[in-house]
T-cell receptor, first 110, second 117 residues
């Protein structure tokens, strides 16, 4: 079953923060976050494995709450280059296929 | 590392013809490759999963006789859309998963935009 992402779309001014959520109805082994620019393939951002760890690089970080079966992606001090559609992909078991959420369209304006 | 290429990037064909799309892992061995289809402003829908040397596993609703998948080696998988129709027009993306640390996630190719006239 497809994970649910929220919000579906968000518009930010440069420098503002955003949070994108991803919820699953099934127990998760891992959550993968990708960003896709229009007409391009998704680009891998990070993976979170069960254990509740928080990961991040630069101003993009994420958390994974195994008990709540959800993950959140945090974008701080957003830049114009952050614009795109963000997808979470969830995995129920190690080495299994990913099931992607519906995506969150993020637009950062100057 | 973990670069995946796709060819062609864009193809226009007439209704009834077949189109082959190649997916290659350039700097790693892909134990598993995945084929997705994405319609405008929608999510990635998994079509099939293929492991090298074995038959592909198709998702429900995907016709295996129409979408032929061949995973002949650890670096190459092909998707052939047979007797293409306008409703097959879409963005087709492959992804690959390797071994070791490269097994952690899927790496996507740049996608192939198919337009069937």
């Amino acid at each position: 079953q497809q994970p649910v992402q929220s919000p579906q779309a968000v518009i930010l001014r440069e420098g503002e923060d955003a949070v994108i959520n991803c919820s699953s109805s099934k127990a998760l082994y891992s959550v993968h976050w990708y960003r896709q620019k229009h007409g391009e393939a998704p680009v891998f951002l990070m993976i979170l494995l069960k254990g509740g760890e928080q990961k991040g690089h630069e101003k993009i970080s994420a958390s994974f709450n195994e008990k709540k079966q959800q993950s959140s992606l945090y974008l701080t001090a957003s830049q114009l280059s952050y614009s795109g559609t963000y997808f979470c992909g969830t995995e129920n078991n190690a080495g299994n296929m990913l099931t992607f959420g519906g995506g969150t369209r993020l637009m950062v304006k100057p | 590392g973990a670069v995946v290429s796709q060819h062609p990037s864009r193809v226009i064909c007439k209704s009834g013809t077949s189109v082959k799309i190649e997916c290659r892992s350039l700097d790693f061995q892909a134990t598993t490759m995945f084929w997705y289809r994405q319609f405008p402003k929608q999510s990635l829908m998994l079509m099939a999963t293929s492991n090298e040397g074995s038959k592909a596993t198709y998702e429900q609703g995907v016709e295996k006789d129409k979408f032929l998948i061949n995973h002949a080696s650890l670096t190459l998988s092909t998707l052939t859309v047979t007797s293409a129709h306008p409703e097959d027009s879409s963005f087709y993306i492959c992804s690959a998963r390797g071994a070791g640390t490269l097994q952690e996630t899927q790496y996507f190719g740049p996608g192939t935009r198919l337009l069937v006239l």
